[in-house]
């Protein structure tokens, strides 16, 4: 493991760290945990951070690091103690930790209550359902989601009712529509449920729901519930990852209000703190829930450079309770493309000149090593017309090396 020369790692524990004494604790480091140091720069605070690896993309930007397995007790502990609050950048968290760091008094914000809701679709969906919040029809598959007959049992049962297609999805761990499978008939199912028998993963059925659009929400909510929410979204998604988010969202204005009302009222029933985003499908007549993540988020990118507070602020501003900053977009219209690696692995930095010959393209690099299909960065473009920042935040985004989105619809295996 390289060593970095601000890092002492602990022989017994094998973690790492620099300094002791600072205010905020990030849980991993990836993009988004970069992301939030840049926002703390701005405010000066202390931030530590805590990222598996020397080589992840918030390791390179942390002044204070930990080297160290989020699911590790010794980890967690370790960043707790040198930090007032622990707050999150991914979901692979120990939730039983989690609970234990709350009982002897660190804070944890979102705390465990929250999150034991947004790392498991099965218990999200159950809870929202029970609360009126309209998802998508579902059955969980229950203990049967380990066991590929009665899962398939399961699934069987459900189509049924509902007809095929139906989508799987793995409960727990899922990313980037890894975990989703579109399935259109039993023995599509029948592969699925092998495949996730091998490897452990319980499984969820739901509907597949006729998209019109995919929404996002983001909410940033306090410890006392004050929250604010940012303008909807409008997200593109392709193969089940994010493309472009899109600003304004183009709907009619009973489904905007719909899914705002939507977001704010899963901030509260769950109780968030920080920013919680909540993803949406507008289909025909319907706002459903899809899901929420509990941190910052992929569609909130653009409120970096174009919302009066960036979400990296807000989340910062919320997890240590002071007043949260105006959500309000900046432009009337924003875009904002996610970087992805492309075929041959061509690295965005070496890419630079081109995107940045594009007139206001904001381009962010997450300092990630390119492979194909990975996210490495963004470019949002600020103006007055979707169209014309859309097609310029394409051109940088091109230019970095991001294969251009294809029509040839939602196939998974
Ligand atoms: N029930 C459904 N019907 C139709 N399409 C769906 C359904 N569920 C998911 N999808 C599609 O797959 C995408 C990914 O699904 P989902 O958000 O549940 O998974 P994820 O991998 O956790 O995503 P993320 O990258 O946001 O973490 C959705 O954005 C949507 O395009
Ligand atoms: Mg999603």
């Not at 010794?74 to 007032?84: F, H, K, T, V």
């Not at 707050?87 to 999150?115: A, C, Y």
């Not at 988010?245 to 705002?260: F, I, K, N, R």
């Not at 007043?323 to 690696?341: E, F, H, M, R, Y």
């Amino acid at each position: 493991v390289p060593q970095r020369d601000n890092v002492v790692t602990s022989s017994r524990t094998g973690v790492a760290t620099v300094t002791a004494g600072s205010a905020v604790g990030i849980v991993g480091g990836g993009q988004l945990a970069r992301m939030t140091l840049q926002a703390a720069d701005a405010l000066g605070l202390e931030v530590t951070v805590l990222a598996e690896h020397p080589t992840d993309s918030a390791a390179a930007s942390a002044a204070r690091l930990l080297i160290g397995t989020p699911t590790t007790p010794e980890a967690m502990i370790q960043l707790a103690d040198q930090c007032g609050v622990v707050t999150f950048d991914h979901e692979q968290v120990d939730l039983g930790i989690l609970e234990d760091l709350e009982r002897r008094g660190h804070l944890v914000r979102p705390g465990s209550r929250t999150l034991q809701i947004a790392v498991d679709k099965a218990a999200m969906r159950q809870r929202f359902a029970e609360a009126g919040i309209a998802v998508p029809r579902f059955a969980p598959l229950g203990q049967g989601g380990t066991d590929s007959e009665r899962a398939l049992a399961g699934i069987a049962t459900f189509a049924d009712e509902h007809g095929w297609p139906v989508v799987l999805k793995a409960v727990r761990g899922g990313y980037d529509g890894k975990g989703v499978w579109p399935v259109a008939d039993r023995r599509a199912a029948e592969r699925v449920c092998r495949n996730a028998h091998q490897h452990g993963t319980a499984l969820l059925v739901e509907e597949a729901v006729e998209i019109t659009a995919e929404l996002a929400v983001l909410v940033a909510r306090r410890p006392d519930g004050r929250r604010v929410a940012w303008p909807v979204v409008r997200t593109v998604q392709q193969v089940g990852i994010c493309r472009e988010v899109l600003l304004p969202a183009g709907l009619p204005p009973d489904v905007e209000s719909a899914a705002t009302a939507l977001a704010l009222e899963v901030a509260d029933e769950i109780d968030s703190v920080g920013v919680l985003a909540v993803e949406l499908f507008w289909a025909g007549d319907r706002v459903l829930v899809n899901e929420v993540a509990a941190r910052p988020h992929n569609s909130g990118h653009w409120t970096i450079d174009g919302a009066t507070t960036s979400q990296f602020e807000n989340h910062l501003r919320a997890v240590l309770d002071l007043p949260l900053g105006d959500p309000s977009a900046t432009a009337a219209a924003v875009a904002s493309v996610n970087v992805l690696g492309g075929p041959e692995g061509l690295d965005p930095r070496d890419l630079l000149a081109g995107a940045l010959d594009v007139p206001g393209a904001h381009v962010h690099l997450y300092g990630k090593a390119a492979r194909p299909g990975r996210k490495l960065g963004h470019v949002t473009v600020c103006g007055d017309d979707l169209d014309d920042v859309r097609g310029r935040a394409w051109d940088a985004a091109i230019a970095l090396g991001t294969p251009a989105i294809t029509t040839e619809g939602d196939q998974r295996s």
